[in-house]
């Protein structure tokens, strides 16, 4: 609950601004979309850098040290965001952004730590549901200040809250977190080794190539969706904002009946329906040519990725529990910081190739890459992930009980 709410409250304000992000480096700060890719490239960049460290500093001396020192790190940015004279100091901004990826292993591992195997998929919905209760207001109320005050005083207004709302939950987590594992030995030595990165079961690796390939494709357009909106479509700022409301109302209210289901009938149905739906609306923005036909591609988005359980590249209710039912909880927070370090090298020149073919070819481009590429995605992930049977998630839940009662004898 900690983490829930301290995540709802932080996404209540960072949700009001991000939406119009892209527009206001382009009409203020003076950014190309190609240079909007080479922002998104440089945070890629410091993803890869502190992800996978942060992974292996999270199962060597436990997730809520990080959790704290991460979550403070997220004041940083939005102060040198607020000071901007230009697009390029967005850059040293970017790099503590990224910066902040050091706790998300952590993060996903002391949610799927909290849970027990069976009710995985229920407890990420819940999770889920809380955590998208900002975005069924905050676009709106963000697209609103916009459209009345302009960009550069509405988006001033929010990145102060922000570094306010920061700073309270990094005291908040510091006080109610609670440790979920037993830190390893001292004789253990913290470094990236070829095992780390390459020696996972292979539901795992073939997870991994599945994350890279849905990233790469995500990363072609998730930074000029809503530019798209605003410049192609001809949308207000309101009427942007009033989509994504529409998309977290979808997403808040279906997200634990997709875990439900996920427990039921298992994680693979679940993160296919997204992976399949995902690609088909990138296509169907292509075509939209007002209003009701881009709320419509995003409304169908936000109800795949709810019950689906699957973000666009790698994550989400559904993907989680099933890294969770695999994966041991020593090392949960590894592979997920394994995860998103290689997806992220990957993913570095995909924005900036997005931004590229906006600028060259056409904006309607990127969607058309990132649609095909979403789809060989999908396939491998049907075709080369087994889920665990019952059986096996059962001994994985003996393992994390016996970890349980050790600390307790510890403590």
Same mark, same amino acid.
């Given at each position: 609950m900690t983490i829930s709410l301290t995540t709802m409250v932080f996404s209540l304000c960072s949700m009001a601004w991000h939406p119009f992000w892209p527009k206001y480096l382009k009409d203020n700060l003076g950014a190309s979309a190609l240079e909007i890719g080479l922002i998104s490239g440089v945070r890629s960049a410091q993803n890869m850098i502190f992800a996978l460290p942060g992974g292996l500093l999270a199962d060597r001396y436990g997730r809520r040290r990080v959790i704290v020192y991460g979550t403070f790190l997220n004041t940083f940015s939005p102060i040198i965001y607020f000071l901007a004279p230009s697009w390029h100091w967005i850059m040293v901004a970017a790099f503590f952004e990224g910066l902040t990826? %050091? /706790?998300? $292993?952590a993060f996903t591992a002391i949610v799927a730590d909290s849970m027990p195997p069976t009710r995985r998929g229920a407890g990420y919905g819940v999770y889920s549901m809380i955590t998208s209760l900002p975005s069924m207001i905050s676009p709106l109320i963000g697209g609103i200040v916009m459209d009345n005050f302009g960009y550069v005083d509405g988006l001033r207004m929010f990145l102060i809250l922000q570094i306010f709302v920061s700073l @309270? *939950?990094? /005291?908040?987590?510091?006080?109610?977190?609670?440790?979920?594992? %037993? $830190? &390893?030995? &001292? =004789?253990? !030595?913290?470094?990236?080794? !070829? #095992? *780390?990165?390459? =020696?996972? #079961?292979? $539901? %795992?690796k073939v997870?991994?190539?599945v994350a890279i390939i849905g990233s790469f494709s995500a990363r072609l357009v998730m930074d000029f969706m809503n530019l798209y909106a605003l410049e192609i479509v001809k949308i207000s700022n309101t009427q942007l904002g009033l989509i994504s409301t529409g998309v977290g109302l979808l997403t808040a209210f279906l997200a634990l009946p997709g875990g439900m289901l996920s427990d039921r009938y @298992?994680? !693979?149905n679940n993160i296919m329906l997204a992976r399949v739906t995902n690609p088909l609306t990138q296509w169907a923005l292509i075509f939209a040519v007002d209003f009701n036909g881009y709320a419509l591609a995003r409304y169908s988005n936000g109800a795949a990725q709810a019950l689906g359980g699957a973000m666009m590249g790698a994550g989400g209710p559904s993907w989680n529990a099933l890294i969770a039912d695999i994966v041991p909880p020593e090392k949960r927070a590894t592979v997920? =910081?394994?995860q998103n370090t290689l997806t992220a090298i990957i993913g570095i020149p995909s924005a900036m190739i997005g931004g590229w073919m906006w600028q060259t070819i056409s904006p309607q481009t990127p969607f058309m890459f990132s649609g095909v590429l979403g789809l060989i995605a999908a396939g491998v992930f049907w075709f080369g992930v087994k889920e665990p049977t019952q059986e096996e998630k059962r001994k994985i839940h003996e393992l994390e009980q016996k970890q349980r009662e050790l600390e307790k004898r510890k403590n």
């Open positions: 990826s %050091i /706790y998300m $292993p @309270g *939950i990094t /005291y908040v987590r510091w006080r109610l977190t609670k440790e979920t594992v %037993i $830190p &390893a030995t &001292a =004789g253990r !030595k913290l470094m990236i080794s !070829k #095992e *780390i990165l390459f =020696g996972q #079961e292979k $539901p %795992i997870m991994l190539v @298992g994680r !693979k997920i =910081g394994t």
